[in-house]
């Protein structure tokens, strides 16, 4: 339940992918693949904004996945309202929260995976303000 070291880079994009999956009830509208597609996006503007990686490393990311047809973005799915607040509510009850903390995947580039914990409740907000459309 709970990977650790290298195991746990797999869990790129989960963080915000489960944070949408709670969003919709873990229902069909929303297959765990796609949540984790969007939450990969997520996680990669998310290391775009703060520095880690190049906005054209997380536009590539996103362009690729709208190329072979997954959703990118929360606004992809019908007839739910995102909410920041929410989402961050969600994301705070990830198994991956240790010590009040929420550990990220985040990526330094494409195939640059690490895990930290070290990033801003303002970051993690304008990331989820923006894919809500707030």
């Known amino acids: 339940e709970r990977e650790d070291g290298v195991r ?17 009830g873990y229902s069909g509208d929303l297959l765990h693949g796609e949540a984790v597609a969007i939450g990969i996006v997520m996680a990669f ?5 703060i520095g ?3 906005n054209d490393d997380a536009a590539r990311v996103r362009a690729h996945f709208k ?3 997954l959703r990118t973005d929360p606004s992809d799915i019908q007839n739910i309202e995102w909410t920041t607040d929410r989402l961050l509510q969600n994301m ?3 198994k991956k929260v240790r010590d009040g903390s929420i550990n990220f995947i985040l ?16 970051d993690i907000r304008a990331v989820l303000d923006r894919a809500t459309g707030a």
């Open 45 to 49: 503007d998310l290391s775009a904004k």
């Open 107 to 122: 990526a330094r580039g494409i195939g640059e995976a690490f895990i930290t914990n070290e990033v801003s409740d303002a």
């Open 52 to 54: 880690l990686c190049s």
């Open 67 to 69: 190329s072979i047809g």
């Open 92 to 94: 705070s009850q990830d």
């Open 8 to 24: 746990a880079l797999l869990n790129l994009g989960h963080t915000f992918a489960h944070a949408l999956e709670v969003e919709v």
